[in-house]
T-cell receptor, first 117, second 114 residues
């Protein structure tokens, strides 16, 4: 069964360093998402991406964050200069694209735990 | 803005016990409602959904009914198994169609002991 994969499973970095979190969405999906969950808090939407551009973003997704689909399979989230408060579990998700009346299920990866020291 | 509140965990139950995890929401309009489950080491998986008032979503013995009057979508299962041990997330989508971001609750960890 196709699944979303994420690497690495755990990333430890120093404050101020750049990190890139990687995701491989399901191959025929066209819509991609990043969410994060700070320990003990809610899963929060960061950004969605379609047709090589950002479709929606939340107020969390500021200039320190960027997303990219560098090739036909990977979808990445870059944090330019990490802060302590960026420590969280980051989830990637993908879905089919549709304009009809039904919800397009989002399929989630297992997450990357980012620890900023 | 839209929000979801679900009961705090962790919840520990004996096998075959009845499960209820409460979820209430705040949203403008008529959201779609979901329960996602995360088993250890895996991603969030859609467990069930309901798209309009009085709809009942069901899957794997779990049920939840969309109650507009109480803005609730409580998850229930009549007899839990050890394999149901996981984290359960209530979520909503503020729009009915297409590719919309989900709004999640904090998650409730369920442990079922034999």
């Amino acid at each position: 069964e196709p699944e979303v994969t994420q690497t690495p499973s755990h990333q430890v970095t120093q404050m101020g360093q750049e990190v890139i979190l990687r995701c491989v969405p399901i191959s025929n999906h066209l819509y991609f998402y990043w969410y994060r969950q700070i320990l003990g808090q809610k899963v929060e939407f960061l950004v969605s991406f379609y047709n090589n551009e950002i479709s929606e973003k939340s107020e969390i997704f500021d200039d320190q964050f960027s997303v990219e689909r560098p090739d036909g399979s990977n979808f990445t989230l870059k944090i330019r200069s990490t802060k302590l408060e960026d420590s969280a579990m980051y989830f990637c998700a993908s879905s089919e694209f549709g304009t009809g009346g039904s919800y397009n299920e989002q399929f989630f990866g297992p997450g990357t735990r980012l620890t900023v020291l | 803005g839209d929000s979801v509140t679900q009961m705090e965990g962790p919840v520990t139950l004996s096998e075959e016990a009845f499960l209820t995890i409460n979820c209430t929401y705040t949203a403008t309009g008529y959201p779609s409602l979901f329960w996602y489950v995360q088993y250890p080491g895996e991603g969030l998986q859609l467990l069930l959904k309901a798209t309009k008032a009085d709809d009942k979503g069901s899957n794997k013995g779990f049920e939840a009914t969309y109650r507009k009057e109480t803005t609730s979508f409580h998850l229930e299962k009549g007899s839990v198994q050890v394999s149901d041990s996981a984290v359960y997330f209530c979520a909503l989508s503020g729009r009915h169609s297409g590719n919309t971001p989900l709004v999640f609750g904090k998650g409730t960890r369920l442990s079922v002991i034999a």
